[in-house]
């Protein structure tokens, strides 16, 4: 089945430990995207590539990184630098020659304490 | 600027009854495109409709069916019969000309839909 796939469902860390979030897409989609969510709140873009080794920030990129060496991979590390890192984070990828919209991973729980 | 706003924060409703979910959207665009999203307890974003903005047709799928009016600038989303499956954070969003817009999808807060049986 074609799909995105995030990994771990729930994450736990203690505070200053640096974590990186798993994101892959076997859809052959160009981009892909990073997305934060917190109770109550719409999303908010943290990264999106629309290349491999091509990346651009978001509207939130302080304290987050991500790397972009493979077409099917997208991973997302939450650095001690990030002020708040617990939150919901959504992966989500898109055909650009379509233009269709974005599809998205299950999400990852972080929590931090 | 572009923006998206869901003036209902949660909504309430019996099974059966029919609910509208209001979406207003600002965008100096003349090419865009409206989405919306539905998100279960289980968190995933689920994606129900894309609206490009040089197609005003109404659309109707199933129970579902959306308004887009330019002219007011909305995208109303209406569920008929609602069901208790219903129940989820339902999220409008709005994606410009991916030439301008940077690829960035601009979502509204929510709206929670919570259908009681």
């Known amino acids: 089945d074609g799909g995105i796939t995030q990994s771990p469902k729930y994450l736990f860390r203690k505070e200053g430990q640096n974590v990186t979030l798993s994101c892959e897409q076997n859809l052959n989609h160009d981009a892909m995207y990073w997305y934060r969510q917190d109770p109550g709140q719409g999303l908010r873009l943290i990264y999106y590539s629309q290349i491999v080794n091509d990346f651009q920030k978001g509207d939130i990129a302080e304290g987050y990184s991500v790397s972009r060496e493979k077409k099917e991979s997208f991973p997302l590390t939450v650095t001690s630098a990030q002020k708040n890192p617990t939150a919901f984070y959504l992966c989500?990828?898109?055909?650009?020659?379509?233009?269709?919209?974005?599809?998205f991973g299950p999400g990852t729980r972080l929590t931090v304490t | 600027a572009q923006k998206v706003t869901q003036a209902q924060t949660e909504i309430s409703v019996v099974e059966k009854e029919d609910v509208t979910l209001d979406c207003v959207y600002e965008?100096?665009?003349?090419?865009?495109?409206l989405f919306w999203y539905k998100q279960p307890p289980s968190g995933e974003l689920v994606f129900l409709i894309r609206?490009?903005?040089?197609?005003?047709q109404n659309e109707i799928s199933g129970r579902y069916s959306w308004n887009f009016q330019k002219s007011t600038s909305s995208f109303n989303f209406t569920i008929t019969a609602s069901q208790v499956v219903d129940s989820a954070v339902y999220f409008c969003a709005l994606y410009m000309n991916y030439g301008g817009s940077q690829g960035n999808l601009i979502f509204g807060k929510g709206t929670k839909l919570s259908v009681k049986p």
């Open positions: 609206r490009n903005s040089f197609d005003e």
């Open positions: 989500a990828s898109q055909n650009l020659k379509g233009q269709a919209g974005l599809y």
């Open positions: 965008t100096r665009d003349t090419t865009y495109y």
